[in-house]
């Protein structure tokens, strides 16, 4: 009786929010994506975030059930909090499963921006308790195969025969992915990737593809949560001893700084990127956790062999995967290694702890770097990592943490980090971070949070998320930290400051307004003169403002400017400018949709590169880095039916300030380089 009273009484309080939709909150997928560009701009390389947007759009077009929520999709998928997603689970406990999404407006911690912001997002079911694992195993499977094809269509340097060390295949990108799952149990996926300028099915690749992935994947049957063979990507704790790299990231939100690691997951990615490969296992129940894995995985590079008969490999531990050339051939797979560990978790209801034991061991001894700043990175065979992570809830206060320790070559190494999540009023949320980073610290499967890629830093973050009224939405970032050894371009100690706001306002239902500014402060080497440099401070100011408008439902249109400022103590304030309009399409009724994007940018050099998210085939994730001077423009068309969907998609950049394109054998003689896409996805 009182839970139908508590219905009762919020069925006008509901009606009321799913008519009102002007929340200031974007939807999940905008929230996921934008933060996946601020670690683009972070790592500031060519990383590969595709496997994780495919993780992240399993979910689109599917309602999440309250019932059956597991605390990884909450936390990732729709942004909630841990002390929300607690008394959900408390508030099912007490009162039995939700029967309308209307209950949510009783659960302590959900503010009616928070319904508002998951309304179209989930939906209530009841939970699925007692099924038979292999009943249907195959009624209720489904498989996918994803064909995928990209090329640059302008004529490369390295296409040309009389090229030196020139590209031994054709300029095609192919990639192919089948994947089957079984309801909830099973699951298997096969992926092959050919890059653009590697042989196919002749010379050094008879086997077809350059790069081959798999697994085979059984979960949640019994004790059994999680079994992988194949290839696996594993998160624990706060990712100081083993976490991907895009985990996390600053100036992403007051809940963003907390990682939500999901222990073990299966993956299949097109492309070389940093996975494992063996075999994994997770056992237990609610209450306690134990995960065993063995991983074995090959390094490009070369292999020499010092005065005494030693082999020593020099190459990098972060493989890029591209065998184009004669050269790159002859370092494929010229040094393995392999990876193996064990986590065990306690889970209570309002407490976690975790152990993380890994032993990484190489067959031929990695060289030391021979520049100053890396003297205290990883060289000779092997690294062993221990680390114990927590995570409490104290009312509306969650403190989380990390302390591992690392030990390579007799050199020990020490990584702290601790925070607090504070949620002192529904239309607030603070955080704060501490990190401390020994130089001697090693972790190659780590990421943890910071700005010196997790060793050699100290530092402290602070964010804060405020709901400043009905319409708008502020959020601040600060982040003060110091580097005690040299960096790559800085020849001495240094440090750093970073400051970040966005002020977010939704007019209306069809129109929002996003406004953005950071600013980042750090030391770096300025030559001075032919012979002399010296290291000074330099300031980077960054400017963005984007209007977002959906005249109709088939509709949108967006409207961004971006402006940036670099300035030094030694040099001449230089500036980049970034304008864009985007067109987005869509015909519900036949499956039909366009996007398309202008843009106009010029930048004084390549250090006030300005980046853009930019809309691509499913699955795939593209941050453009715009530098110099030119327009570039792209347009992608979709079409599903009724067991296939395909898409196309063709851009182009034009420079205005060169006539040549890049350089070595991916130079172009002219001002445009030209790409066209496609991709054909098959349900079965």
């Not at 002020?503 to 012979?531: G, I």
Request: hydrophobic residues 40%; charged residues 20%; proline residues 2%.
């Amino acid at each position: 009786m009182k839970k139908l009273l508590i219905v009762g009484c919020l069925m006008f309080f509901s009606w009321a929010a799913s008519a009102q939709q002007d929340s200031v909150v974007p939807a999940v997928e905008d929230l996921m994506l934008e933060s996946l560009e601020e670690r683009m701009v972070e790592v500031e390389d060519a990383a590969d975030f595709s496997d994780e947007v495919e993780q992240l759009l399993q979910y689109q077009n599917r309602k999440i059930n309250l019932n059956d929520m597991p605390a990884e999709v909450a936390y990732t998928l729709l942004g909630l909090s841990d002390y929300q997603y607690y008394q959900l689970q408390l508030y099912i406990e007490m009162y039995g499963e939700l029967v309308t999404v209307y209950e949510l407006a009783a659960v302590e911690g959900f503010s009616r921006a928070d319904v508002e912001r998951i309304w179209d997002r989930v939906e209530v079911l009841p939970a699925r308790k007692g099924r038979k694992p292999f009943a249907d195993f195959f009624r209720r499977s489904k498989s996918t195969l994803l064909l995928r094809y990209g090329q640059v269509l302008e004529r490369q340097a390295g296409y040309d025969t009389a090229y030196r060390n020139g590209y031994l295949g054709s300029p095609q990108h192919l990639s192919f992915k089948y994947s089957f799952q079984s309801g909830e149990h099973f699951a298997l996926a096969l992926a092959g990737e050919k890059d653009a300028g590697e042989a196919f099915f002749r010379g050094g690749q008879k086997q077809g593809f350059d790069h081959y992935s798999f697994f085979v994947n059984v979960k949640n049957i019994g004790v059994l949560k999680n079994c992988v063979i194949g290839d696996y990507t594993l998160s624990f704790g706060q990712g100081l001893v083993m976490g991907g790299r895009s985990m996390g990231s600053r100036g992403g939100g007051a809940a963003q700084v907390r990682r939500f690691p999901q222990l073990l997951r299966a993956t299949a990615p097109m492309n070389e990127g940093d996975f494992l490969r063996g075999a994994a296992v997770v056992l237990g129940n609610a209450y306690y956790t134990g995960t065993i894995f063995y991983s074995h995985r090959f390094f490009d590079g070369k292999v020499s062999v010092d005065e005494e008969g030693t082999e020593w490999f020099a190459g990098s531990l972060s493989p890029t995967g591209y065998h184009r050339t004669a050269s790159e051939v002859a370092t494929k797979g010229t040094a393995r290694n392999r990876i193996y560990g064990a986590h065990f978790q306690l889970k209570r209801r309002i407490f976690e702890a975790g152990v993380t034991v890994t032993n990484t061991q190489f067959v031929t001894a990695v060289s030391p770097a021979s520049e100053p700043c890396r003297k205290y990175g990883f060289s000779g065979k092997s690294v062993c990592n221990v680390s114990a992570d927590y995570k409490v809830i104290l009312h509306k206060t969650i403190l989380f943490g990390e302390a591992a320790v690392s030990v390579c070559g007799g050199r020990p190494g020490l990584a702290v980090l601790q925070g607090a999540i504070f949620d002192p009023d529904p239309r607030s949320k603070l955080s704060v971070l501490f990190r401390y980073y020994d130089r001697s610290y090693i972790a190659l499967q780590g990421s943890g949070f910071g700005a010196g890629g997790g060793s050699n830093e100290w530092g402290a973050y602070v964010a804060a998320d405020f709901v400043t009224g009905r319409r708008t939405a502020l959020n601040l970032f600060a982040d003060y930290y110091r580097f005690p050894w040299l960096r790559y371009r800085v020849d001495s100690p240094s440090g750093g400051f970073d400051f970040g706001a966005v002020f977010s306002v939704s007019a209306s239902k069809y129109l929002s307004l996003n406004l953005k500014y950071r600013f980042a402060q750090r030391e770096q080497n300025v030559r001075l003169t032919d012979y002399y440099q010296s290291v000074t401070s330099v300031r980077k100011h960054r400017f963005r403002c984007a209007v977002e408008c959906s005249p109709t439902g088939w509709l949108q249109l967006k409207t961004e400017a971006d402006y940036a400022v670099n300035a030094a103590a030694s040099a001449n304030a230089r500036n980049g400018l970034l304008l864009f309009q985007d067109v987005a399409v869509k015909v519900e009724k036949w499956d039909f949709a366009v996007k398309a994007r202008v843009a106009f940018f010029q930048t004084d050099s390549y250090d006030e590169r300005l980046y853009a998210y930019e809309s691509d085939l499913l699955y795939t994730f593209t941050v453009n880095s715009y530098y110099g001077k030119g327009v570039r423009y792209y347009l992608t068309a979709s079409y599903g039916y009724a067991f296939f969907d395909i898409q196309l998609r063709f851009s182009q950049t034009y420079y205005d300030d060169r006539a040549v394109i890049s350089s070595g054998p991916s130079q172009i003689d002219g001002r445009t380089k030209s790409e066209l896409k496609a991709q054909v996805i098959f349900h079965f």
